[in-house]
T-cell receptor, first 113, second 113 residues
Framework: KNQVEQSPQSLIILEGKNCTLQCNYTVSPFSNLRWYKQDTGRGPVSLTI?????NTKSNGRYTATLDADTKQSSLHITASQLSDSASYIC????????????FGSGTKLNVKP | ETGVTQTPRHLVMGMTNKKSLKCEQHLGHNAMYWYKQSAKKPLELMFV???????ENNSVPSRFSPECPNSSHLFLHLHTLQPEDSALYLCASSREQGTYEQYFGPGTRLTVT
């Protein structure tokens, strides 16, 4: 069964600290994996998109990694800021079907001063 | 913002009402999407339009009826909804369907009474 599992469900860190969010998937055949940031009450914003041949991609203080062999991805946030408080969603797409997306339940990050 | 606007931002409707949600994108994209986000559940893709043609209907009940008159506008017509349809409805657009970054609107918060 195609699934996407994210951990932890929620996380509290102090401003300035680093953190890593995890995404494990069983989706096959794999096309790409996306990370989104969603602030409360707003639409998601794309952070990274990675295909099977990419194993790391950065967007400012956000760095995503992908291990297509173990079907795992992580999102590392460096030097966290209060504005990083949001939900982070992992989405995996099927190969050969543009519109088949599998969504994780998200990790809710709270950055405290 | 993201270049994708949605109206209204909030909507309360009775189960016998008919209403419509509107989405407009100013990005020159050719693909548009409707998503449903319920509390404590992952995002769910509802419909996809690519170059004004519907390419995905993710087993959505017929009380939800999409319309895409051109590549810049997308509507979701609602009628005889149920309380469980209360959710945040998000619109997104991308250059085309496939491995392209999606840009989301702020969403319409729908409450069915």
């Amino acid at each position: 069964k195609n699934q996407v599992e994210q951990s932890p469900q929620s996380l509290i860190i102090l401003e300035g600290k680093n953190c890593t969010l995890q995404c494990n998937y069983t989706v096959s055949p794999f096309s790409n994996l996306r990370w989104y940031k969603q602030d409360t009450g707003r639409g998601p914003v794309s952070l990274t998109i990675m295909t099977f041949s990419e194993n790391t991609k950065s967007n400012g203080r956000y760095t995503a990694t992908l291990d297509a062999d173990t079907k795992q991805s992580s999102l590392h946030i460096t030097a966290s800021q209060l504005s990083d408080s949001a939900s982070y969603i992992c989405v995996v797409s099927l190969l050969y079907n543009f519109n088949k997306f599998y969504f994780g339940s998200g990790t809710k990050l709270n950055v405290k001063p | 913002e993201t270049g994708v606007t949605q109206t209204p931002r909030h909507l309360v409707m009775g189960m016998t009402n008919k209403k419509s949600l509107k989405c407009e994108q100013h990005l020159g994209h050719n693909a548009m999407y409707w998503y449903k986000q319920s509390a404590k559940k992952p995002l769910e893709l509802m419909f996809v339009y690519n170059f004004k043609e519907q390419t995905e209907n993710n087993s959505v009940p017929s009380r939800f009826s999409p319309e895409c008159p051109n590549s810049s506008h997308l509507f979701l017509h609602l009628h005889t909804l149920q309380p469980e349809d209360s959710a945040l409805y998000l619109c997104a657009s991308s250059r085309e369907q496939g491995t392209y970054e999606q840009y989301f609107g702020p969403g319409t918060r729908l409450t069915v009474t």
